[in-house]
């Protein structure tokens, strides 16, 4: 079991920037792929970001590309994700995840196996 905590939400206008953190409680954080997901009032959970195991091969959905960055820093079991040019769609809730695997290229929840209470983006327009 791992927990993961996430934290850097908040009320922002478009065009601002915010960095998300997930801290991990251990080393199973090290073991595992790690990804965002956002999930808006109303929709389904989706997929905003992935990186693997050693933190390489960043992956990213097209309304994150060029935008979003996410990193990992494995000696301190913490993730992020740098969010810039905020648009009033991202607002939603963000969760951080470990994966099933190591690599990056999944993008199903199904494909997550721990997660995040969530931390909530607003943003105004």
């Known amino acids: 079991q791992v927990l993961l905590l996430e934290s850097g939400g908040g009320l922002v206008q478009a065009g601002a920037s915010l960095r998300l953190i997930c801290a991990a409680d251990?080393?199973?954080?090290?073991?595992?792929?790690m990804a965002w997901f956002r999930q808006a009032p109303g929709k389904e959970r989706e997929f905003v970001s992935s990186?693997?195991?050693?933190?390489?091969?960043?992956r990213y959905s097209d309304s994150a590309k060029g935008r979003f960055t996410i990193s990992r820093d494995n000696s301190n079991y913490t993730g992020y994700l740098q969010m810039t040019s905020l648009k009033p769609e991202d607002t939603a809730v963000y969760y951080c995840a470990l994966g099933r695997y190591s690599d990056s290229d999944f993008y199903d929840v199904h494909d997550y196996e721990f997660w995040g209470q969530g931390t909530p983006v607003t943003v105004s327009s």
């Open positions: 251990g080393w199973r954080f090290t073991r595992s792929a």
């Open positions: 990186i693997s195991q050693a933190g390489f091969s960043p």
